[in-house]
């Protein structure tokens, strides 16, 4: 068991050595990257905007109902939803669920391919098939940040919405807690998260797409298994990050 993970490991860092050599020519590339940008990015940004500014509301009224006790002043509320959006919920939980949404379709996409044996054909015409496929994802994702930017502004404005449309806190008493205590560096650890993840978005499905075998049964196995394994790296990663940038 060991032996074999050790051994998938070193075919992901053989895998990631690969994607960078042998360059595509830059016209076929141009056309793949946007093409990635708009099944990848763009195609997310509604599921993220309705999970964000509902989730966010979510956040300010459990947040606000909680608050039994008179003497806590009720801008809390404003900065408890300020700092669970954009510490966790939108980096981290966003990235989970596009593990499911974005990593499902990296990995069938990249899979069917192998099945139908396209793949093979990219490699006999001399193309380097890793770089041909799972560069322009990396290069889409790079624009992962500006997706959860979006989700940020979107939860904290679905948690004002709530708290005020709800009756649980003014306007005026929300917006002081956003501003309550603000830490800049919050936002750039929350990037920082964030690229990575788009990383570990990018690569671990096309891992499991690019060297599965078998036919259309084992393409859903391939995309199930590296849904696991893109959350569990997610997850770790998570918790290296925070203990390095967050802890003193």
Do not use: C
């Not at 919050?186 to 891992?207: C, D, R």
């Amino acid at each position: 068991m060991i032996r074999q993970i050790l051994t998938q490991i070193g075919k992901y860092f053989i895998m990631l050595k690969d994607i960078f050599s042998r360059p595509t020519k830059w016209s076929v590339m141009r056309e793949l990257i946007f093409k990635e940008i708009d099944e990848l990015i763009i195609g997310s940004l509604g599921i993220v905007a309705f999970l964000s500014f509902f989730v966010g509301g979510v956040v300010a009224i459990q947040t606000a109902l909680n608050l039994t006790n008179p003497l806590i002043p009720k801008y809390l509320i404003g900065f408890a939803t300020r700092q669970s959006v954009i510490l966790e919920f939108a980096p981290t939980f966003i990235s989970i669920i596009m593990a499911g949404k974005m990593g499902s379709f990296i990995t069938s996409t990249i899979g069917t391919m192998r099945v139908t044996e396209q793949i093979d054909a990219l490699e006999v015409m001399g193309i380097n098939s890793l770089n041909y496929l799972v560069f322009p994802k990396l290069v889409a994702l790079s624009l992962y940040p500006f997706v959860i930017g979006i989700s940020m502004f979107l939860g904290v404005l679905g948690g004002w919405v709530a708290g005020v449309a709800g009756g649980f806190v003014s306007s005026e008493e929300f917006i002081t807690g956003l501003q309550d205590e603000f830490i800049p560096f919050h936002i750039v650890y929350a990037f920082i998260k964030t690229a990575l993840f788009g990383f570990l978005l990018g690569t671990i499905p096309s891992f499991y797409g690019y060297y599965m075998s078998g036919g259309a049964l084992e393409v859903g196995k391939a995309s199930t298994t590296a849904f696991v394994w893109t959350s569990v790296a997610i997850i770790l990663t998570n918790y290296v990050l925070t203990q390095l940038l967050l802890s003193k």
